[in-house]
C-alpha cells in the first residue's frame, strides 16, 4: 500500500512576536492509500488547522507534509493550485455549492475546472450520483433540494475527478441524524467501492465511528490513535466516547 499522507513535525504558530500561539506541535502521522480516517478532539484542538494545511489552504510555520509524495510546504502558487484542483477533493460542512448551477454541474465543476471534461463525464456523474443516492435530482437547483442531498452532491463533487485524497471538515455538523448517517454511508461507499483515501475532521463520535482509524488532537498535538480492526462499530463508537471523556472534551461538545 502506498503512503497518500506523511507529515513529518508540523508546527503551527499565529500572532506576531509579543505574542505568540502554538496552535500546532510535533503532528506526526501517515495515511495509507484506501484508508477512511478521522481526526476528532475538543474544540480549539487544532483539527481545522490541520485540515487546511493538509488542504494547501494554510502554511506550516514548519515541519513537511507530502502527499502522494509531493511535498506540498515547498511549492510555489500555481503548481500549488494545480495540486489542489487535480490531487484533492473537499467536503465542507456548508456543502460550498453553487446556487446557480444545477447539481449535476456542480457536481462537474472539478472536470471543467481541469479541462478534463469530455462524454465518459456524463457516465460517470450519472454513476457516481446513483450510488449516493442523488440520481433523481441531478437537473434541480440546491434551494430544491435537502440538507443531505446537498451535502452528498458536495461527496460526488469531492471524487469525480478521481483525486488522491478527500479532505472533509466537519461534514455533518449541520446535518441531521438521518441525513448524516446516509451521508457517512456514501463515504464507506467511496472509500470500498472506488477506494477513495477520506480524512475526515470531526467532534462527532457517531461520525468518526463510521472510519477505519480515528486519530485524537488535544492543545494542537496528537495524543493517541484507536483503530476498529474487525471489531463492529458499536464497541468504535463506545471507545471513541470513552477517549473524548479522558481528554476532557464532550462527545457533542459544540464547535
Ligand atoms: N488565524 C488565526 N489566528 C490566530 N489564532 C487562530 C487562527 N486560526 C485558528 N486559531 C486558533 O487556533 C486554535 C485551533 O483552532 P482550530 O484549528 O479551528 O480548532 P478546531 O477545528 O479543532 O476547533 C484555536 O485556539 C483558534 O483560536
Ligand atoms: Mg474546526
Not at 505574542?19 to 506541535?25: A, C, R, Y
Not at 443516492?133 to 434541480?140: K, V
Not at 480524512?199 to 494542537?220: E, I, N, P, Q, W
Amino acid at each position: 500500500m502506498d503512503i497518500v499522507v506523511q507529515t513529518t513535525g508540523i508546527r503551527k504558530v499565529y500572532g506576531t512576536k509579543s505574542n505568540l500561539i502554538t496552535v500546532l506541535e510535533d503532528i506526526d502521522f501517515a495515511v495509507q492509500e484506501g484508508e477512511f480516517v478521522a481526526i476528532m478532539g475538543p474544540s480549539g484542538a487544532g483539527k481545522t488547522t490541520l485540515l487546511n494545511i493538509l488542504a494547501t489552504i494554510d502554511k506550516p510555520t514548519s515541519g513537511s507534509v507530502r502527499i502522494n509524495g509531493t511535498e506540498i510546504t515547498s511549492l510555489s502558487d500555481e503548481p500549488l493550485s494545480e495540486f489542489r484542483r487535480s490531487k484533492l477533493g473537499f467536503i465542507f460542512q456548508d456543502y460550498n455549492l453553487l446556487d446557480s448551477l444545477t447539481i449535476r454541474e456542480n457536481i462537474m465543476l472539478p472536470m471543467t475546472f481541469s479541462n478534463k471534461y469530455d462524454v465518459s463525464t456524463d457516465l460517470r456523474v450519472n454513476e457516481i450520483a446513483g450510488k449516493l443516492g442523488i440520481g433523481a435530482i441531478l437537473d434541480r437547483y440546491p434551494y430544491e433540494t435537502s440538507g443531505g442531498q446537498k451535502q452528498r452532491a458536495a461527496a460526488a463533487r469531492a471524487i469525480i475527478h478521481n483525486p488522491t485524497l478527500v479532505l472533509a471538515d466537519e461534514p455533518t455538523g449541520a446535518l441531521d441524524s438521518k441525513a448524516s448517517m446516509d451521508l457517512l454511508s456514501a463515504f464507506q461507499l467511496m472509500n470500498n467501492e472506488y477506494g477513495t483515501t477520506i480524512l475526515m475532521v470531526t467532534h462527532d463520535a457517531f461520525a468518526a465511528s463510521y472510519c477505519d482509524r480515528v486519530l485524537f488532537m488535544k492543545d494542537g498535538r496528537l495524543f493517541t490513535e484507536i483503530v476498529k480492526g474487525d471489531k463492529d462499530r458499536k464497541w468504535f463508537f463506545d471507545r471513541l466516547v470513552m477517549t473524548l471523556s479522558n481528554l476532557g472534551g464532550g462527545s457533542y461538545d459544540i464547535i
